[in-house]
């Protein structure tokens, strides 16, 4: 069964950092793109970022909104993908998803799985 | 960026009932759309990948149309476990932009 579990969400101060993880299971981490999603309170869904796989390299991507200042990376030994957020900003706060990415052969790569999300809050 | 504008905001139906929501891109992204679906307090679900397809487990009540820049989303009979938000999404270019959500909820 996949599995993902996020954590590292709380309370922080504006122009602080958090770094949020990942953690998955049931399939072959290292295989797969993966994604950050998240969720304003109240709020639609942003596509935040996503961490292409080691055979493109670990490339990553982001919104411009965040450009700069979030970072992805994973450690595939350790079944795990993790958002670096520095300057975090009161628009920050929101529940950050992960999904795993699917390779759909004569489609492309469509999010499949996601994580139950943890709550970031920026606030002083 | 490419613009997902989705219609209605918000629907009200009965269980049964044929719902229908549009998803309209600001530019042509071919196929490379897809359906979300949440449910208040939960993460959301995958349904449909590249316009049409539905992932894995998802009834076949759902259905997704369209290419270019109009799109739909069809749930032929709705049933009590339907009425959530739904999401479109554009995978044609970064970044891969959402529509703002269409309510369904009951009459």
């Known amino acids: 069964e996949v599995q993902l579990v996020e954590s590292g969400g709380g309370l922080v101060q504006p122009g602080g950092s958090l770094r949020l993880s990942c953690a998955v299971s049931g399939f072959t981490f290292s295989d797969h793109y993966m994604d950050w999603v998240r969720q304003a309170p109240g709020k639609g869904l942003e596509w935040v970022g996503r961490s292409k796989n080691k055979a493109n390299s670990y490339t990553t991507v982001y919104v411009a909104s965040v450009r700069g200042r979030f970072t992805i990376s994973r450690d595939d030994s350790k079944n795990s993908l993790y958002l670096q957020m520095n300057s975090l900003k009161t628009e920050d706060t929101a529940v950050y998803y992960c999904?795993?990415?699917?390779?759909?052969?004569?489609?492309?790569?469509?999010?499949?799985?996601w994580g139950q999300g943890t709550l970031v809050s920026v606030s002083s | 960026d490419i613009q997902m504008t989705q219609s209605p905001s918000s629907l009200s139906a009965s269980v049964g009932d044929r719902a229908t929501i549009t998803c309209r891109a600001s530019q042509g992204i071919g196929s490379d759309l897809a359906w979300f679906q949440q449910k208040p307090g939960k993460a959301p679900k995958s349904l449909i990948y590249a316009a049409s397809n539905l992932h894995s487990g998802v009834p076949s009540r759902f259905s997704g149309s369209g290419s270019g820049t109009e799109f739909t989303l069809t749930i032929s009979s709705l049933q009590p476990e339907d009425f959530a938000t739904y999401y479109c999404?554009?995978?044609?270019?970064?970044?891969?932009?959402f529509g703002g959500g269409t309510k369904v909820e009951i009459k």
């Open positions: 999404q554009q995978h044609y270019g970064s970044p891969l932009t």
């Open positions: 999904t795993r990415v699917f390779f759909y052969v004569g489609s492309g790569y469509y999010p499949d799985s």
